[in-house]
């Protein structure tokens, strides 16, 4: 069973970045998917970003235009850039791999994807 391990969290003002990193134990182009998930104290769990093995890419509203997941099949690495920063983006974040291909429209369900990582943390200050 792969092993995920995420880095990269931090605390931050409002209008930073961080570059998160995911760092799979085996190769991750066995994975058609890698996604990235998030969560905020007392709430669920959310889907932020996916990218398929193609380099397809998708993006929940709330981030989209701000953030970038990209992968490094090379290096079994898939990566986060969150610029501009908000306090609403403070959460855990988590990456996820599914080894089966998801349809367009199940990218985002966390139901999907088949392992999970400890997390990093993300802490936005106003």
């Known amino acids: 069973q792969v092993q995920l391990v995420e880095s990269g969290g931090g605390l931050v003002q409002a209008g930073g970045s961080l570059r998160l990193s995911c760092s799979a134990s085996?190769?991750?182009?066995?994975?058609?998917?890698m996604g990235w998930f998030r969560q905020a104290p007392g709430k669920d769990r959310e889907f932020v970003a996916a990218?398929?093995?193609?380099?397809?890419?998708y993006y929940s509203d709330s981030v989209k235009g701000r953030f970038t997941i990209s992968r490094d099949n090379a290096e079994n690495t898939v990566y986060l850039q969150m610029n501009s920063l908000k306090p609403e983006d403070t959460a855990d974040y988590y990456c996820?791999?599914?080894?089966?291909?998801?349809?367009?429209?199940?990218?985002?369900?966390?139901?999907?994807?088949?392992?999970w990582g400890q997390g990093t943390q993300v802490t936005v200050y106003s």
């Open positions: 085996g190769n991750t182009r066995r994975y058609d998917t």
């Open positions: 996820a791999p599914s080894v089966n291909r998801v349809i367009t429209s199940a990218v985002g369900d966390q139901r999907m994807y088949t392992t």
């Open positions: 990218i398929r093995r193609s380099g397809g890419t």
